[in-house]
């Protein structure tokens, strides 16, 4: 991820920077920030490439940002942008609507119309995950999706919020990611928003049906690791909130090549294994580390990490210990 911010910059340069920078990074934008703010003003904004996808994970305090008619005609890269919200409140129009955004909400807007966005309106700062792609990436229709231009599509329900979730994880984990990774998320971000779009148009027969699938399985995904350390994550449970059969959701395993039951087995002791390397976490007993992640036995804990890792977890936080720079 390529980080740009003002913490570095003085006070006085700190706003004229920024203009440059999201002006550069961006389509052309014009960001204005009220003058008795300027001097308090803070941004950051981490990219990263996605295949045709870019993804910007933007913090700032109080600004608005300006795409003009004069701006449009200057260069318009013909692209989509959608906006989900992380912290705070965003506020933007186009084409003469208006959308209030809050945590999770998720909003599109077109580079080849005038937008306006306000980061923070009534707030020290806000953040939010953008995503900007060709619009030739999407298979709906763009006269459709002009209908959609900011409207605020809900990220407290339905498949807004699966979408919602999917990009704010994205977001969070996106440092962590190999080039193989960044090259599926790059299809599956175009899934998931894809559905979420569709769903909001109302125009699901408009979706191919392999890219439902994927982005189905992209918030199955999601919604397993939100709920890794619960107990009570089951098949039955992942099938009902999804909203299919527990026959349909095996299918969809099984055809990526693994069971429901392997792959929560897997991220479990995935997340097992980055606290028991944790030197933070040296004190707190493996057991519980066991337990925060759904692992209702040590024994059986123990015997799966051995035969994932071929070190009980004992000796793996050992080992740890001793090559970790003293």
Known sequence: MDVVGTAEVPASERFALWREVSSKRWVPLDARCEPHLESAFRAQAGFSEFGLV????????????????KLIRQSDPETYLVTCTV??????????????LHVGDLSIRDSSHPYLTRMAPSERAAQTVCLQFPRSLL??????????AAVRIPGDRGIGALSSHFLLQMAEHMHEFSPADVARLSILTLDVLTSALASAL??????PPHTRQRALMAEIHAFILRNLGDTHLTPD???????????????????????????????????CRC?????????????AIAA?????????????FRSAYGLSPRQFRQQRAIVRPG
């Not at 109302?202 to 979706?207: K, M, T």
């Not at 449970?237 to 349909?248: C, E, K, P, T």
């Not at 606290?275 to 057991?287: E, F, N, Q, T």
């Open 202 to 207: 109302d125009a699901h027969s408009a979706v």
């Open 275 to 287: 606290d028991l390397a944790d030197p933070r976490l040296a004190a707190r007993p493996i057991s």
């Open 139 to 148: 298979p709906l229709s763009q006269r459709d999706l002009r209908d959609l």
């Open 87 to 100: 912290r705070g409140r965003v506020w933007g129009e186009q084409d003469g609507r208006h959308a209030d």
């Open 54 to 69: 870019q993804v910007v994970v933007l913090t700032a305090t109080p600004l608005s940002i300006h795409r003009t008619p």
């Open 292 to 304: 925060r992640w759904g692992f209702t036995s040590a024994a059986h804990f123990s015997q799966d």
């Open 237 to 271: 449970a992942i099938a009902a909130a999804h909203h299919i059969s527990l026959r349909y959701l095996h299918k969809l395993f099984y055809q990526e090549g693994h069971t429901i039951a392997g792959w929560i087995r897997r991220r479990r002791l995935q997340q």
